[in-house]
């Protein structure tokens, strides 16, 4: 798409979305003053660079890491919460951005599922109190299925 195409429908999204273009906002200006470190809701710290030349990188940090890094501390939460409910059968295997991947014996699917499913909700409803999350979760006899 030309250069004129790309800035209307970007000038249309902020617009729509308004508490978007703030926050794009403010990372801006913190970025231009040379911002050090951005937290996760958790209070991990990433240090971002120094220097005229980082303003970008800073930019671009200070949005990813709220949303990436609060996104991981959740999941991270959620397998804690998870590690102790789960029956002797069942193990997390692996996660995978913002999922997780369960084993268990077919008998306890279900419950595996329904467990998982709470876990992970309530592990960002704790963080973020008020803000509506959705987890989709399913069973599969092997991950070729997923």
Avoid at 15 to 28: D, F, I, Q, V
Avoid at 30 to 38: H, I, L
Avoid at 117 to 141: H, K, Y
Wanted: proline share 3%.
């Amino acid at each position: 798409m030309d250069y004129e195409r790309a800035r209307d429908i970007r000038s249309r999204f902020f617009s729509a979305y308004t508490g978007l273009w703030e926050w794009h906002k403010n990372a801006r200006k913190m970025a231009a003053e040379g911002a050090q470190s951005v937290r996760t809701v958790s209070g991990r710290v990433q240090w971002l660079p120094e220097g005229e030349e980082a303003k970008w990188p800073r930019f671009t940090s200070l949005l990813n890491t709220p949303v990436q890094g609060d996104s991981a501390d959740a999941l991270k939460q959620a397998m804690v919460d998870l590690s102790d409910k789960l029956p002797h059968t069942a193990s997390i295997v692996s996660t995978v951005h913002d999922e997780l991947i369960v084993e268990c014996v077919s008998d306890n699917a279900e419950e595996v599922k329904a467990l998982v499913e709470t876990a992970m909700l309530d592990a960002v409803q704790t963080m973020f109190p008020g803000v509506r999350f959705e987890v989709e979760a399913g069973v599969c006899e092997s991950w070729a299925e997923k």
